[in-house]
């Protein structure tokens, strides 16, 4: 499966385009749209290059969620878990009671987990509780 453009809207749209390196809420260094690998200060990028990383850092969450679930989704659960993935991490979903719950066939379960990644350095914040929110609901709209 392949996100599609209604999930790349998703993403974009809590992301938000930054075309100059900033640090994000958990402190890492980032552009675009949350790119995050090889950032440097002080850098700056066009809003072509953004969408190209993105797409770089979409693949990489796709490929993911293609060899670690092993149910059928929906084009609309497969979505949000992009962006899901694409937030917290390959490692951190490999590792998720989400991807447990989703693979037990749990369906309900898994996207009730959503709303547990609500947290960067301990802290509760605003825009993950949001996006965790759209994501669950994305997720349950099969």
């Known amino acids: 499966m392949n996100i599609s453009n209604n999930g790349k809207q998703l993403i974009k749209s809590f992301e938000s385009l930054q075309l100059s390196a900033y640090h994000c809420p958990?402190?890492?260094l980032t552009i675009g749209y949350g790119h995050t690998g090889n950032v440097k200060l002080g850098q700056t990028i066009s809003e072509r290059e953004a969408d190209c990383l993105l797409m770089q850092d979409l693949y990489q969450a796709e490929n993911s969620i293609n060899k670690l679930v092993k149910v059928p989704l929906?084009?609309?659960?497969?979505?949000?878990?992009?962006?899901?993935?694409?937030?917290?991490?390959?490692?951190?979903?490999?590792?998720?009671?989400?991807?447990?719950?989703?693979?037990?066939?749990?369906?309900?379960?898994?996207?009730?987990e959503f709303l547990r990644w609500n947290k960067a350095n301990g802290v509760v914040l605003a825009g993950l509780v949001k996006r965790r929110q759209a994501?669950?609901?994305?997720?349950?709209?099969v």
């Open 26 to 28: 958990a402190g890492i």
């Open 74 to 112: 929906s084009q609309n659960q497969y979505d949000a878990l992009v962006s899901f993935v694409f937030n917290v991490g390959t490692m951190a979903f490999n590792k998720s009671t989400l991807l447990c719950q989703l693979n037990n066939r749990d369906y309900v379960s898994a996207a009730n």
């Open 135 to 141: 994501e669950k609901m994305l997720f349950e709209r």
